[in-house]
T-cell receptor
Framework: AQSVTQLGSHVSVSEGALVLLRCNYSSSVPPYLFWYVQYPNQGLQLLLKYTSAATLVKGINGFEAEFKKSETSFHLTKPSAHMSDAAEYFCAVKGGGSNYKLTFGKGTLLTVNP | DTGVSQDPRHKITKRGQNVTFRCDPISEHNRLYWYRQTLGQGPEFLTYFQNEAQLEKSRLLSDRFSAERPKGSFSTLEIQRTEQGDSAMYLC?????????????FGPGTRLTVL
């Protein structure tokens, strides 16, 4: 079975500061991992995904994430926060083989202070 | 490509009433998923279709819930005899068939409030 733990339900940073959102996963098979962003009253938008091709994955809006198998982590980072980054971020793991469902973490709310 | 659409965006109903939601996936996406998201939680998987076949159902999907995808295009999710615990955001996603890794694209969701 797959599971995801997002450490920190709320992260607050200043504009221009580093953003670090933590995600640890548990998977019985080689994982496929995703980060999604959700703005208020909207659906989820894909930021990036880990496909096993490269451990450092670059996504949209300047975000990137590094897959570390030894730490079972897939933390999301952005060098310089922008006010428009304020949103809720979800890490998800996909089931292996023919199991297509996503298992999500509880989410991390990012606030960006001017 | 207009993305995944869901209708209605908001639904307020009284306990005991039946409600139905509709999802239109991205055209040519043959996989369609339903998730439920409650306040402060991540989305939880409910069910998924490949074309018109419903291939997996979560135990979260009680007998009061039914989902269909006639002709493999749009899908409907019906909740009978709604309860206050059904209040949530219901999200639909679709994905193409491309090997075992298929990115799911989400719609804006239907927010259900049961009074």
């Amino acid at each position: 079975a797959q599971s995801v733990t997002q450490l920190g339900s709320h992260v607050s940073v200043s504009e221009g500061a580093l953003v670090l959102l933590r995600c640890n996963y548990s998977s019985s098979v080689p994982p496929y991992l995703f980060w999604y962003v959700q703005y208020p009253n909207q659906g989820l938008q894909l930021l990036l995904k880990y496909t096993s091709a490269a451990t450092l994955v670059k996504g949209i809006n300047g975000f990137e994430a590094e897959f570390k198998k030894s730490e079972t982590s897939f933390h999301l980072t952005k060098p310089s926060a922008h006010m428009s980054d304020a949103a809720e971020y979800f890490c998800a793991v996909k089931g292996g083989g023919s199991n297509y469902k996503l298992t999500f973490g509880k989410g991390t709310l990012l606030t960006v202070n001017p | 490509d207009t993305g995944v659409s869901q209708d209605p965006r908001h639904k307020i109903t009284k306990r005991g009433q039946n409600v139905t939601f509709r999802c239109d996936p991205i055209s040519e996406h043959n996989r369609l998923y339903w998730y439920r998201q409650t306040l402060g939680q991540g989305p939880e998987f409910l069910t998924y279709f490949q074309n018109e076949a419903q291939l997996e159902k979560s135990r979260l999907l009680s007998d009061r819930f039914s989902a269909e995808r006639p002709k493999g295009s749009f899908s409907t999710l019906e909740i009978q005899r709604t309860e206050q615990g059904d209040s949530a955001m219901y999200l639909c996603a679709s994905s193409p068939t491309s090997g075992t890794l298929d990115t799911q694209y989400f719609g804006p969701g239907t927010r259900l409030t049961v009074l």
